[in-house]
């Protein structure tokens, strides 16, 4: 899973090569740490868990099982955030079929039950370990 470093949101965004990303995380880390180490071990493991979840279709499958990334985004003037995403164009649209071995039910949309809702579940989870992080840092 490729990570990446964004500034701002939506159309505007501006994605950073690994040099600019470099050296604004490093910015980030060296300001606060336990922010960018909590929100990359979070967002790889909900990429990890949608990966290992994602259907796959048998025939003409074109891979979108393997088209996740995270990364973090700086939205001005002072906000972090991560993101878990599926590239692939068409990740939204799909569906769950009738002969899919899954326990996801029939014509629920995949990425939102196997990435958007566990992301929703965890976001409190999130802020408690980065209040957690921070408290231990400044003691």
Not at 49 to 62: A, P
Not at 72 to 91: D, G, H, L, S
Request: glycine share 6%; net charge positive; proline share 4%.
């Amino acid at each position: 899973m490729a990570r990446v470093l964004r500034y701002g949101k939506g159309r505007g965004s501006i994605t950073m090569d690994s040099t600019q990303r470099d050296l604004i995380m490093d910015t980030i880390k060296a300001a606060e740490p336990s922010i960018v180490k909590v929100l990359e071990s979070e967002t790889e493991r909900l990429a990890k868990d949608s990966e290992e979840k994602w259907l796959v279709r048998e025939k003409k499958s074109k891979g979108s099982k393997f088209k996740h990334q995270t990364g973090i985004r700086i939205i001005p003037p002072y906000t972090i955030e991560a993101f878990v995403e599926n590239t692939a164009p068409y990740a939204w649209a799909i569906k769950v079929g009738r002969e899919s071995s899954t326990n996801i039910r029939e014509g629920r949309r995949l990425a939102d039950v196997v990435l958007w809702t566990p992301a929703r579940k965890n976001a409190q989870k999130v802020v408690e370990r980065i209040a957690s992080e921070t408290v231990k840092r400044i003691k």
